[in-house]
């Protein structure tokens, strides 16, 4: 106790007593051993591994990328992790930038437009207690003068709201959440470094914090995500999680209140858009969190089940799987469809103008399920367009059809116009004359307006109320006239009599005279 105490006064946190090794044994696992295959490893990576090596550091991939080598995956993201600090790194590379304030780290950027790659670079960290660092009395937001001048910093729940102090490679891999992720792999030599048996647990197929969960969710709630991100993620491969690890997930969720509101936003966009939207859903469910952990995310596992979100959730997995770009107005307009198409029904129901009506739906909406997350930013107007074009579709005559296909989200419009299609909730039909539309020369976006307008004006023919003769009663016909079994009274023409007083006769009648 005494000799904690003189280690906090001196600053030096966390000191290990007696000698034990509190930050693991460094083990170096050769590639005979891990197996990993270097044609998985991106060249861009192993482009900033080398140069910050051959500039004197150490340098290694890390995280996430060596879990999935050495699972036989092909990442689709690659961080490396050095000693040098963020200015030393941005001074080796032409394109690197600065970012972050919690978490101070590089990125450098390699190639230009969509081609673009960006190599996460961060410093090796040091593993600090909680007791030790400076307080904050507010969050993120109402401390920003406190924060400004300190490097580690926490709140009163002991959330970490600073972590820029550098360290040794150890402790760098302490303080990073599972172990499956703490391992750090040389594309050089090929050696992995391992700390915490992040090689067995990932061949016993096991996620398992490092040190005390109940302690590492306090010092970032966001890691309860991310527990429920990874098992999603790793479910299909028969990866579990730890019950030790498991156990303090529900009660922990209270401490996601306190992270802004923002980085929520962003975590739950991770959940529904890494290609496991279904397995997170699955996840949420059979650990006890289908509700509580952000307002939009209880919708989206509330309506997983109904046709159509749960087609829209594996629409997005399997362009994901596919290498195809995903944006989350589109699935977020799919989760919220159903509130939307009720406000509009109901205001129409109310002889409200179709267009006006729509628009005071989609402003209800945003208020209710969004509120100021996204503000009224672009994710916001991607999603309103999404709406507003849905009744638009049904218009397939004159300019309109011209002017949809030209309009920048009209892609995004169309699949999910597609989807309900596939759902039943439109016409199949529609969604072909779409399909064909957008794909056509103009002499044949010609012939299927003509189709449309045909079909049209049956469809107004159809709907218009058909006049049918109301039969008249026979007139009474004389009671001598003579009536055989099975024959109808004879009816009674009167006839008009001609100008001029003759019987068939007149000028241009029937029968009439020639003149003189």
């Not at 989760?335 to 989609?362: C, F, K, N, S, Y």
Request: aromatic residues 6%; charged residues 30%.
């Amino acid at each position: 106790m005494i000799k904690k105490f003189i280690d906090k006064l001196l600053g030096k946190p966390g000191a290990p007593a007696s000698g034990k090794l509190r930050f693991g044994k460094r083990e170096e696992v050769p590639a005979s051993v891990h197996g990993i295959n270097p044609a998985l490893v991106d060249r861009r990576a192993v482009d900033v591994v080398t140069t910050l090596q051959q500039a004197g550091y150490q340098a290694y991939i890390v995280g996430g990328a060596v879990r999935d080598l050495l699972l036989g995956l092909r990442p689709k993201d690659f961080d490396v992790a050095t000693n040098a600090t963020p200015e030393q790194v941005k001074g080796l590379f032409r394109r690197a930038f600065i970012i972050g304030k919690r978490f101070r780290i590089v990125h450098v950027v390699h190639g230009r437009g969509r081609e673009h790659e960006v190599i996460e670079v961060s410093t090796f960290r040091a593993y600090l207690d909680n007791a030790a660092a400076e307080a904050v009395s507010g969050n993120e937001k109402t401390s920003k003068a406190q924060l400004a001048g300190m490097q580690h910093a926490v709140d009163a729940s002991g959330r970490v709201l600073r972590d820029n102090v550098w360290g040794p490679q150890d402790e760098d891999a302490t303080r990073r959440d599972f172990t499956v992720n703490a391992m750090y792999y040389d594309p050089v030599t090929q050696v992995v470094v391992d700390y915490h048996k992040g090689i067995q647990d990932a061949q016993k197929k096991t996620l398992r914090m490092i040190g005390d969960p109940a302690t590492r969710y306090r010092e970032d709630p966001v890691r309860i995500i991310r527990a429920v991100r990874f098992a999603a993620k790793l479910s299909g491969l028969g990866f579990t999680i730890e019950p030790k690890t498991a156990a303090p997930l529900v009660q922990s969720q209270t401490l996601l209140a306190d992270v802004p509101q923002s980085r929520m936003f962003d975590e739950m966009l991770k959940l529904l858009q890494t290609g496991h939207a279904i397995a997170t859903i699955e996840q949420l469910r059979k650990l006890g969190m289908a509700r509580g952990i952000y307002p939009l995310l209880d919708v989206a596992v509330e309506r997983a089940d109904t046709p159509f979100v749960k087609a829209a959730l594996q629409d997005t997995d399997r362009r994901v799987n596919e290498g195809k770009p995903v944006a989350p107005s589109f699935l977020l307009a799919c989760v919220l469809w159903e509130d939307v198409r009720t406000g509009w029904t109901q205001r129409l129901a109310e002889r409200q103008h179709p267009l006006p009506a729509l628009q005071e739906a989609i402003d209800e909406v945003f208020d209710r399920r969004i509120g100021d997350v996204s503000g009224r930013g672009k994710l916001a107007a991607d999603m309103r367009e999404i709406w507003v074009m849905q009744p638009r579709f049904e218009k397939r005559v004159g300019s309109t059809p011209f002017g949809m296909v030209l309009q920048p989200r009209f892609r995004a419009g169309f699949d999910f116009l597609r989807l309900r299609a596939d759902i039943g909730e439109v016409e199949e039909a529609l969604a072909e004359w779409w399909q064909d539309f957008q794909g056509a020369d103009d002499e044949r976006r010609q012939d299927l307006m003509d189709q449309a307008r045909e079909e049209q004006r049956a469809r107004q023919k159809a709907q218009q109320p058909v006049a049918r003769r109301v039969p008249q009663p026979a007139p009474a016909e004389s009671p001598d006239a003579p009536l055989t079994e099975g024959s109808a009274p004879k009816k009674r023409r009167r006839r008009r009599r001609k100008p001029g007083g003759g019987g068939n006769g007149g000028e241009g009648g029937e029968g009439a005279a020639p003149a003189a």
